[in-house]
């Protein structure tokens, strides 16, 4: 069940309302948004006293009670109707304005960082992206920068104003990166990583949660539930290609997801075209097609010389590329109703 309470209660009217639904014989899940308080009520409604009635015995506080047959029951549209919004320093992820987070897949010095992320924001990006810890198929392969890439990403945020968006591998790490990062990225590899989840979720960060290689759309939301049960509502999800039989792109880019997940889920949605397609001269095309279909945000890598990136240059788009990409795409933001 998804009770919503009404806006501008106080803290002893939500304690009434918790405290009923655990007599009820339920679990109580808190998601504190901007304007309302949203509760997901977890128990076996076959089997308990039924939550309906909370809406009439508390008229004054709850606004709605709304049953829900997911077995996501809390990323749900169906007990959350309206579109979830994140502010990420001030800028609205799930709004009107769509969102363009830019920047290299890894931090690799400071001269490269600065030079991408002020000239990502000259193009109109508003979030800076890159990779402090990295992880690699081989184990030889660089591996990142760790804290020291963390410090960078900090400086070229003072440097510039961007908020940071960077990968969360570990959960001895949640604190240290949750502390310089402004988002926490779940990559592919560690999207059914449930503690790591756990973990990202109780920094309070908001946190973007990437698809698995061989991710059922029915898994992700369920990763992504784990997010919104340990009490942080800032949780959206990014399509970042699956691993199908096809060899032409290092992945499959399965725009498909835009819609469904808008359908399913009430969290916002970006799509990462470099990881989808790992290829850059696709990217500015698979980031078209993202906006049309109704994307919230973009992820895309770019780098000053992608030929000299330590990792993934294939897919990194160079600066002035980027800059040309930006200025393609605010047609079509517009012609989609966005800003």
Known sequence: MIIVL????????ETTILNEIRKRG???????????????AIGDELTHQSLETLAMAFPEIVESVTPVQKRYKLVSREGHPQDS??????????????????????VETEDQ?????????AAGA????????????????????????LKLLAKARRQTGLAIITELLSENHAEMVAEYADILQIGARNAQNFQLLIAAAKTGKPVLLKRGLSMKIEEWLLAGEYVLAHENPNLMFCERGIRTFET????????AAIPIIKNESHCPIVIDPSQGAGRADLVKSLCKGAVSMG???????????????????????????????????????AAAGRE
């Open 6 to 13: 009404k806006p501008g209660i106080v803290r002893k009217q």
């Open 26 to 40: 339920y679990t109580p899940h808190v998601m504190r948004g901007v304007a309302r308080i949203v509760i997901g």
């Open 85 to 106: 919004t994140i502010d990420v320093r001030g800028n609205i992820i799930g709004g009107k304005k769509f969102q363009v987070m830019a920047g290299p897949c890894s």
């Open 113 to 121: 960082l600065l030079r991408t992320a002020d000239a990502v924001r």
């Open 126 to 149: 508003t979030i800076l992206r890159g990779g402090a810890f990295k992880p690699r198929t081989s184990p030889y392969e660089f591996q990142g920068l760790g804290q020291k890439g």
């Open 248 to 255: 032409y792109t290092r992945n499959t880019l399965d725009l």
């Open 295 to 333: 994307a919230d945000a973009l992820l895309i890598e770019v780098h000053p010389n992608p030929a000299e990136a330590w990792s993934d240059g294939a897919q990194q788009v160079s600066i002035e590329n980027f800059g040309q990409l930006m200025q393609e795409l605010r047609p079509l933001i």
